[in-house]
């Protein structure tokens, strides 16, 4: 049996330590850097639908990430649209361009990865060359602050506060699909697809909604990093955005929310921590990398889980709580 | 003898050259349990894989229920109520029994993703009822106390059982069981027969492959039996049990039949 606590305190501690990071941390750098990991957070959710429940490896969601902050960047500058509209324009569009995909949402393991990865470089040359569309390789300027009602959002810690919210919601939303009789349609399907066939499950269909549920929250992202940066540039959205997201929910932990959210942070903020070693940041931060993953496949919250229920076991009025914690909650 | 649920005509099955299955007409009348038997590579699990749809048949025709199947997929079946064990076991291993049981309930529950992120009452009652059901199900084949246990880490004997559960939950017209007793004991055998009885009982017609006699003879109400593919006799257990070509062909022959049982997990998988 794994740690025997309940994982909807957990979530509330972990909300409210998140919430409290702006009051405790005033520097604005700091702040900037943390939003950006929340935004990670909800695109490394994204893939964790795809990669960790439905078994999907795909290397394209660094596109639909591309894809929403455009949308998001074009429809605020040239519409003048609200946040809350743009927010939902980033994530339809990605959504509609993952529908693009559905033919190949067929494809098993390695042919998928490399089949979305295609895309994600196809995205990016796009990016890069329908200057009329996106600027081109000067970039896209000229995003406004976020408003939301009239509530001006683009101080630091109010947007903090609102990529926060955003992740919540997000989490809170994948967390129920898990839990739900599609999600378990999708665990069902990454175990064996014969078996899901024989139980009536259509698997190109349920495949293609998830596909479409992680693009949509990708976009979502992509909004999120454009009102964010205020300025997007090509170079934020080469494939390797789709690697760096596969290498958060990897190392976090494949098959677990709280692992996404934990390996988004882990590689957003471990290479600004690092950045005092200079050259040498981003050879460490590979080698930490490796390293963990050779501590076996369940990333850090498996190793977080080991840790805890090793402390819990020592301390047996632990053993009462009625909620256990399963690998994957 | 009550109406026929399910017909096939001139079902055939090719591999390149191989004809593993050789225009079988094959009918199953509602509410019976029809073995399939015949000695090894006699093409009873191919059958029962285009039975339920998982491989297309060469040529022939499967009626199910009135309507022509023959051309739709697994999936399409297993919602019309077709439904199937594995002689080879396809648990999902990683997650628990009850979980696997509660897949089973997939085709006949209806709540949406949308359902699922605003978590409506209509959902929130459909859940409440797949576990429910899932439960009764594991009940039934005597799965009970190890709903919570990771599908994987039951032993061979509860796998087999649970595989039952999985397809039974949903009540469906037809199961189809491929050897559900291999690899299991005495005892754990008498128990299968007394499941298989209350399955027939519970209304669900069922197609038994198997290689156990004392499984099969007191559990069919009709046997078909299969040789190189091909209808070799019908009939009730005591006909089969006193053809004399079935008899040629597979039961008489004790030394076969040990052959048989030794190379079960290999032919007849690698078949498909």
Redesign the interface.
Known sequence: MGIIVNPNLLRILALLALAAVPLVESNSYWLHVFSVALIAAVLALGLQLLVGMAGMLSLGQGAFYGIGAYTAGIVATSFGLPFLLTLLAGGIAAALASLLLIPLVKLKGSSLGVATLGFSIIIHLLILNEEWLTGGSLGLMGIPDPEIFGLNLAHDEAFYWLCLVILALVYV?ID??N???????L??IA??E??????????ALCKS?CFL?AAFTAGLAGTLYAYHSRYLSPNDFTFNKSIEVLIMVVVGGLGSLPGAVLGAFIVVLMPEYLRSSGELRMILFGTAVVVLMGTGNRGLIGLLQAAASLVLSRLPSFGRSRYVVRPGE | MSATLLETRQITRRFGGLVAVDGVDLDVAEGEVHGLIGPNGAGKTTMLNLL?G?LPSSSGSILFADADVTRH???KR??AGI??T?QNL??????PAL?NV???L????R???F???L?TPF?RR??RE?VERAREALDFVGLGPFADKAAGSLPYGHQRLLEIA??FV?RPKLLLLDEPAAGLNGAESKALVDLIRRIRAAGTTTVLVEHHMDVVMPTCDRITVLNYGKLLAKGTPQDIRHNSEVIGAYLGKGSALKRERAAQEGAVHAAP
Do not use: C, N, Y
């Open positions: 939303s129920r699909i839990t739900s009789r599609f999600g378990r349609a665990a069902a175990q064996d014969e078996a899901a066939r024989a139980s009536g499950i259509q698997i909604k549920i | 339920s998982h997929a697994a999936e297993a919602i439904r199937r594995f396809k648990l999902f291993k990683e997650l979980d509660m897949v089973g997939h085709a006949s529950t709540s949406e993703i359902h699922a992120l978590r959902q459909e859940e797949i999985r397809a949903a």
